[in-house]
C-alpha cells in the first residue's frame, strides 16, 4: 500500500490550494484518513482527520479555513486550503489507518507535499 500526496505549490497570502492523496496497493479498506503538517523548525502537528463515515476534525489554528474531505470511490483524501497565510507554510502529510484485509490495520503516510505561503 502507497499513499501519493500531490498539490503543493508556492501561494500568496490569501490564496488557496487543494492538496491530494491516493491510497494504491492491496487495500481492503480505509478507515480514518488525516493531514498533518511539519513547520519549519517546528514539530508535526495534526491539521484535519476524516472518518470513513465521513466526520471531520479540525485543528483550531485551520477552523473556517481548510476543508478535509475524501472519495472512498477513488480512495482519495482531499485537503482545501483557503485564505492561506504564511503560517500555513509547512510540509503537508496525509495518514491513513489501512486494512490490506480484514483481520488487520497498518498506519501509512504519504511523502509530503510542500506547500509554501508568501506574505
Known amino acids: 500500500v502507497q499513499l501519493q500526496a500531490c498539490g503543493g505549490g508556492l501561494v500568496q497570502s490569501g490564496g488557496c490550494l487543494r492538496l491530494?492523496?491516493?491510497?494504491?496497493?492491496?487495500?481492503?479498506?480505509?478507515?480514518?484518513m488525516a493531514w498533518y503538517r511539519r513547520a519549519p523548525g517546528k514539530e508535526r502537528e495534526l491539521v484535519a482527520t476524516?472518518?470513513?463515515?465521513?466526520?471531520?476534525n479540525f485543528a483550531d489554528a485551520v477552523k473556517g479555513r481548510f476543508a478535509i474531505s475524501r472519495d472512498n470511490t477513488k480512495n482519495t483524501l482531499y485537503l482545501q486550503m483557503n485564505s492561506l497565510r504564511p503560517e500555513d507554510t509547512a510540509v503537508y502529510y496525509c495518514n491513513a489507518a489501512i486494512q490490506p484485509s480484514s483481520n488487520y490495520e497498518y498506519e501509512f503516510w504519504g511523502q509530503g507535499t510542500e506547500v509554501t505561503v508568501s506574505s
Open positions: 491530494s492523496c491516493v491510497a494504491s496497493g492491496n487495500i481492503y479498506r480505509i478507515n480514518d
Open positions: 476524516i472518518t470513513s463515515g465521513g466526520s471531520t
